[in-house]
Every structure is written in structure tokens, then in C-alpha cells.
């Protein structure tokens, strides 16, 4: 069994250093991966408009199927980007604002000369 350690990375650019937790890169990429697909922005997007929305209420301002809506929401879901709350029968879909606000500090911070 493989234990997950946390190892700094350090890049150099120029005279530029980056120190980065790899645990925070791996998470990083798989938020960067989830977001990087046209449909899955819209979604972001869409979320961002209304603040919250049932998977038919999201797959109807879409216009795509149910079925194609749920998986991107899933994928959505597994990064971290959005989060649900349950209310009777709904499942409401939300944007995780914390998780959001961490990938934009580690963008900056890989982007940072």
C-alpha cells in the first residue's frame, strides 16, 4: 500500500521560484481537467447565473439530454466544483465558491514571475 506524502515541488522560471505542494498540483489538474470541456463551462457558468438549479432545470437551459447532463454534473461533482443539497425529492446543484477560490490561488501562484 502506497502512502500519499506531500512533497514540495519547486519550479524555476527565470529568477522566478514556485514552491508547490504536490498533493495541491494533483488537485489543481483535476480541477483544471474538469472545467476544460465547452459544456461543462456552460454549466459553471450557468450555475454562477443562477446560484443554484435541479439537473432538469440545468439539462433544459442547455438543451441537452438528461442523461449527458448528469455525467458532466457528475464530473463536476468528483472535482470538487460543484457541491448538492437534497430537499425532498430535488437535488440542487451549486457552485463550491471555496474550491473555486483555491484554484484561482494556485493558478496565480504557477503563473506568478
Known amino acids: 500500500m502506497e502512502h500519499d506524502t506531500q512533497q514540495n515541488l519547486v519550479l524555476q522560471d ?7 505542494g504536490s498533493n495541491d498540483l494533483r488537485s489543481a ?4 481537467r474538469a472545467i476544460n470541456h465547452d459544456l461543462r463551462k456552460r454549466i459553471i ?5 443562477e446560484r443554484e438549479m435541479t439537473v432538469t432545470e440545468i439539462f433544459v437551459a442547455i438543451r441537452v439530454e438528461q442523461s449527458i ?4 454534473l457528475g464530473i ?8 448538492t443539497r437534497r430537499d425532498g425529492k430535488f437535488i440542487y446543484y451549486s457552485l463550491n465558491q471555496n474550491r473555486l477560490g483555491y484554484l484561482a490561488n494556485v493558478v496565480r501562484e ?4
Do not use: F, W, Y
Open 76 to 83: 463536476l461533482r468528483k472535482a470538487g466544483i460543484v457541491g
Open 14 to 20: 527565470g529568477d522566478a521560484t514556485i514552491n508547490i
Open 45 to 49: 457558468d450557468l450555475l454562477g447565473a
Open 29 to 32: 489538474v483535476l480541477v483544471l
Open 110 to 113: 504557477l503563473s506568478a514571475s
Open 69 to 72: 447532463a448528469s455525467q458532466h
